[in-house]
T-cell receptor, first 114, second 112 residues
Framework: EAGVVQSPRYKIIEKKQPVAFWCNPI?????LYWYLQNLGQGPELLIR????????DSQLPKDRFSAERLKGVDSTLKIQPAELGDSAVYLC????????????FGPGTRLTVT | DAKTTQPPSMDCAEGRAANLPCNHS???????VYWYRQIHSQGPQYIIH???NNETNEMASLIITEDRKSSTLILPHATLRDTAVYYC?????????????FGAGTRLFVKA
């Protein structure tokens, strides 16, 4: 079974530029999560999807961050414009249902904003 | 969600048992204890979870105290590949959603 796929693995951009991250969850998983992880800290939830619907986006900075999961499968997280403080690892995870006890994480995208 | 407290780092000799403690003194009756770990440059990986009873799987054992205010994750025979950050998390099964709140975790160093 293929795991959660994320791309790119690494991205370096200049501040004020846009950037997008892509995630393909495990087949059949209805719930998809985007997390942000700063160095030395645990992941922090940005947004959670149930199929196509964003059911928890309370931690997503909506002035510059956006996300979509149009067909309830793949998802894209975008930042526009990026700021220096956005440098972090962006993790995508999926689970079969929202109350599943196990989330499966991808390897993450390491973003560096210069 | 209840908060958890973990030591920032621990060492363990290869082949010995690694015992990772977690305090969750404000846990409520319907909150489960979960453990994940994160190996360098990888995403977190689920290990085990429990409510009241001790649990064991192929990766680890989870010991929860009778008052449920603390727990211990046990890796019975630690290997170098077990070097990772271990996160203890509590969450409510009845919230109708899944909000996983990770702390800073415990960085376990397994030494040869």
């Amino acid at each position: 079974e293929a795991g959660v796929v994320q791309s790119p693995r690494y991205k370096i951009i200049e501040k004020k530029q846009p950037v997008a991250f892509w995630c393909n969850p495990i087949s059949g998983h209805n719930t998809l999560y985007w997390y942000l992880q700063n160095l030395g800290q645990g992941p922090e939830l940005l947004i959670r999807y149930e199929n196509e619907e964003a059911v928890d986006d309370s931690q997503l900075p909506k002035d510059r961050f956006s996300a979509e999961r149009l067909k309830g499968v793949d998802s894209t997280l975008k930042i526009q414009p990026a700021e220096l403080g956005d440098s972090a690892v962006y993790l995508c995870a999926s689970s079969k249902y929202s109350d599943s006890y196990e989330q499966y994480f991808g390897p993450g995208t390491r973003l560096t904003v210069t | 969600d209840a908060k958890t407290t973990q030591p920032p780092s621990m060492d363990c000799a290869e082949g010995r048992a690694a015992n990772l403690p977690c305090n969750h003194s404000t846990i409520s009756g319907n909150e489960y204890v979960y453990w994940y770990r994160q190996i360098h440059s990888q995403g977190p990986q689920y290990i085990i979870h429990g409510l009241k009873n001790n649990e064991t799987n192929e990766m680890a054992s989870l010991i929860i105290t009778e008052d449920r205010k603390s727990s211990t994750l046990i890796l019975p025979h630690a290997t170098l590949r077990d070097t990772a950050v271990y996160y203890c998390i509590v969450r409510d099964e009845n919230t109708g959603g899944f909000k996983t709140i990770f702390g800073a975790g415990t960085r376990l160093f397994v030494k040869a």
